[in-house]
């Protein structure tokens, strides 16, 4: 029979709470601090026992939304692809779905709990009771000579490699700071405007994540033109055998030099060096696919007291994003505006 323990993070054993062969970023007591941080939600570390036999911890977060208290393990627009289960390879995540659920609605009185684990696979549900979405994303193998990986990169991407450096643009490591943050935000905004939208979140967001995660699991990358000026940058992230794409921006004026395809390659190489394996480029996007990448997908389970809250979820859901997109509407027409005025001086 399982049990469940409440652990306080500034009490868990670190030891026993990092030894698990598939720990990823996203349950480390880094990330922890850096979603309590920017969401204010909550963090919630319980330990499993089976009849007093350790099982492994289950991470997440208790907030409210629209009044209503939900258990997250993550949530949307969190920037954290999953979280779920760390346990010993003997059990099985989705036996402990339905128990943990009873204990986190008895304990925190929440109405709704969401969770995403990597390691649950959309087979394992198909028979049960469970409401899921698929959660898709693409993965690289970097575990590769720099011959091999071009071999499964489309010919487009190995060519605009290429012109970077012809072309004279220059890439370096960023120290993950306010100047940085603020750089990659402004290009955020234009690449956002230009499809009429603003940015999902704040450059706030960029800063706790710098002020949270240790540099070492951190890469900031400004790409420069020849004569010197900035023109994009990219933010990765990495723990344990596994990095992720972050975010990107740049300025579409200088695409010319083709900086998003180099910074990859960069952090690709990068990371390599560091004994990484994986890549997990964080969601499909044509320049992402140029790189050869395989795709994967894991569930996002859904359990609420009441059904109808899980339709209001994606209304929610849908509300924000047209918010977004009435909020860019003047931004868009701003850019227009900006760029005929530059032709007319011109």
Not at 67 to 90: C, E, H, L, Q, R
Request: net charge positive.
């Amino acid at each position: 029979m399982y049990s469940f323990e409440l652990i306080d993070i500034d009490k868990v054993n670190l030891e026993e709470y990092y030894q698990f062969g598939g720990k990823n970023l996203f349950t480390t007591v880094e990330w922890i601090n850096y979603i309590q941080i920017n969401q204010n939600a909550k963090p919630i570390i319980i330990r499993i026992t089976d009849n007093a036999n350790f099982v492994g911890y289950f991470t997440g977060f208790v907030f409210s939304k629209f009044g209503v208290k939900i258990f997250a393990s993550p949530f949307n627009g969190w920037t954290t692809g999953y979280m779920g289960f760390d346990i010993v390879d003997k059990y099985d995540r989705v036996t402990l779905i339905e128990p943990i659920a009873k204990f986190i609605f008895k304990t925190f009185k929440c109405l709704y709990i969401q969770i995403s684990d990597r390691f649950i696979e959309e087979e394992q549900l198909k028979n049960k009771k469970i409401k899921y979405i698929m959660s898709r994303s693409i993965e690289l193998n970097i575990n590769r000579t720099n011959d091999e990986l071009f071999k499964v990169f489309k010919t487009d991407c190995r060519n605009f490699i290429r012109q970077f450096e012809r072309r004279g643009a220059t890439i370096e490591i960023a120290k993950p700071d306010e100047q940085f943050a603020t750089e990659y935000y402004e290009q955020l905004k234009e690449v956002f405007a230009k499809q009429g939208l603003v940015p999902t979140y704040k450059v706030s967001k960029v800063l706790d994540l710098f002020n949270s995660l240790d540099s070492e699991h951190i890469l900031c990358l400004r790409a420069n033109e020849p004569k010197g000026q900035c023109i994009a940058t990219t933010i990765f992230v990495g723990y344990n055998e596994r990095f992720y794409f972050w975010g990107a921006a740049s300025f579409r004026e200088f695409q010319f030099y083709r900086p998003n395809e180099y910074m990859i390659w960069y952090a690709i190489k990068y990371f390599r060096g560091k004994g990484f394996k994986y890549f997990d480029m964080y969601g499909e996007r044509p320049y992402k696919n140029k790189f050869g990448p395989e795709k994967i997908s894991y569930p996002c389970i859904m359990i609420a007291r009441f059904s109808v809250l899980i339709k209001l979820r994606d209304l929610a859901k849908k509300m924000v994003w047209i918010g977004f997109k009435i909020k860019g509407i003047g931004r868009k027409k701003s850019v227009q505006q900006t760029k005929a005025y530059k032709k007319h001086d011109k």
